[in-house]
């Protein structure tokens, strides 16, 4: 039973674009969405984090928008830069104690 | 602070035999998790615990065992090696005991490989 539905698997985007990573999720107990980067050989690293008390949270070029009814959440990429290129996850957690992952998107930017 | 550390990076096993994963942090984090990253899969949740002598099982515990005698220390054992078991093991941290509501901290992970 997949409780959280990453996608798409990747993605190729020039320079400058918009990459969109979009999740969704099963169980309503989850209230914590956060955003995992990991470039090759190191662990994850966090991201963002979204609150399901608001729909949309930026920090710099990196932007979640939720939607709390359809149970999907995602993640935009503005001016996507080659050092964007990684794999992103998105999670699900909170009041489960347990941080559940997507399958993960390869992000290449080309220059 | 060192954060999360795991040892060892890389190790190859034959069918059969056991080992420990070892994962330490210094942060003081209540909350302390093991995945492992396989092609295609993303971080599958294997183990967790909430705090020191309080362990529970993630998405796929089978074959491995954890304990928590520590804060800091939160080791991953498994009992009997099977080539099903090749992959990159990640163990992480956070603060708080509803800890998956905060940032998780991981170390740079245990590539393991059974032949």
């Known amino acids: 039973q997949q409780q959280v539905k990453q996608s798409p698997q990747s993605l190729i985007v020039q320079k400058g674009g918009i990459s969109i990573i979009n999740c969704a999720y099963e169980?309503?107990?989850?209230?914590?969405f956060p955003w995992y980067q990991q470039f090759p050989g190191k662990g994850p690293a966090l991201l963002i984090a979204?609150?399901?008390?608001?729909s949309e949270k930026k920090e710099g070029r990196f932007t979640i928008s939720f939607n709390k009814s359809a149970k999907q959440f995602s993640l935009h990429i503005m001016d996507s830069q080659p050092g964007d290129s990684a794999t992103y996850f998105c999670?699900?957690?909170?009041?489960?104690?347990?941080?559940?992952f997507g399958t993960g998107t390869l992000l290449a930017v080309q220059p | 602070n060192a954060g999360v550390t795991q040892t060892p990076k890389f190790q190859v096993l034959k069918t059969g035999q056991s080992m420990t994963l070892q994962c330490a942090q210094d942060?003081?984090?209540?909350?302390m998790s093991w995945y492992r990253q396989d092609p295609g899969m993303g971080l599958r949740l294997i183990h967790y615990?909430?705090?020191?002598?309080?362990?529970d099982q993630g998405e796929v515990p089978n074959g491995y065992n954890v304990s928590r005698s520590t804060t800091e220390d939160f080791p991953l054992r498994l009992l009997s090696a099977a080539p099903s078991q090749t992959s990159v093991y990640f163990c992480?941290?956070?603060?708080?005991?509803?800890?998956?509501?905060?940032?998780?901290?991981f170390g740079q992970g245990t590539r393991l490989t059974v032949v």
């Open positions: 942060m003081n984090h209540e909350y």
């Open positions: 615990s909430v705090g020191a002598g309080i362990t």
């Open positions: 979204i609150r399901p008390d608001v």
């Open positions: 992480a941290s956070s603060y708080s005991q509803t800890g998956t509501g905060t940032e998780a901290f």
């Open positions: 169980n309503t107990a989850f209230d914590y």
């Open positions: 999670a699900v957690g909170g009041a489960t104690n347990k941080l559940i």
